[in-house]
Nanobody, 130 residues
Framework: QVQLVESGGGLVQTGGSLRLSCAVA????????IGWFRQAPGKEREGVSC????????YYADDLEGRFTISRDTAKNTVDLQMTRLKSEDTAVYYCACTYRALFRPFTSRTIAPRQYEYWGQGTQVTVSS
């Protein structure tokens, strides 16, 4: 059973930065994709970014590339999300998730659809104050 634990959330001012980390355990296959998602109050969960295990291919939701960066540390079994120039609309609970599905390359917006992912963490709150 894959287990994912998020950390690094908190309160930050507009324009600030945060680094989220997702610790992954229990992987039984080498081919997988880790995604970051977020859910703001009253809104549906949406995909933020993802990274593939075999080729480190990445994808970002519209308007986030350039502010957010996803990276993978194979030695630590973590996937981080560096968030910069944060805005109030980035306030949400952030989740990481894992899928063993063979997702098409190149990654597209469909790759970060929440329904593609089987295993989920509990989430970490990010609050951006103005």
């Amino acid at each position: 059973q894959v287990q994912l634990v998020e950390s690094g959330g908190g309160l930050v001012q507009t324009g600030g930065s945060l680094r989220l980390s997702c610790a992954v355990a229990g992987l039984t296959f080498d081919y997988y994709t880790i995604g970051w998602f977020r859910q703001a109050p009253g809104k549906e969960r949406e995909g933020v970014s993802c990274i593939g295990s075999i080729d480190n291919m990445t994808y970002y939701a519209d308007d986030l590339e350039g502010r957010f960066t996803i990276s993978r540390d194979t030695a630590k079994n973590t996937v981080d999300l560096q968030m910069t120039r944060l805005k109030s609309e980035d306030t949400a609970v952030y989740y990481c998730a894992c899928t063993y599905r063979a997702l098409f390359r190149p990654f597209t917006s469909r790759t970060i659809a929440p329904r593609q992912y089987e295993y989920w963490g509990q989430g970490t709150q990010v609050t951006v104050s103005s």
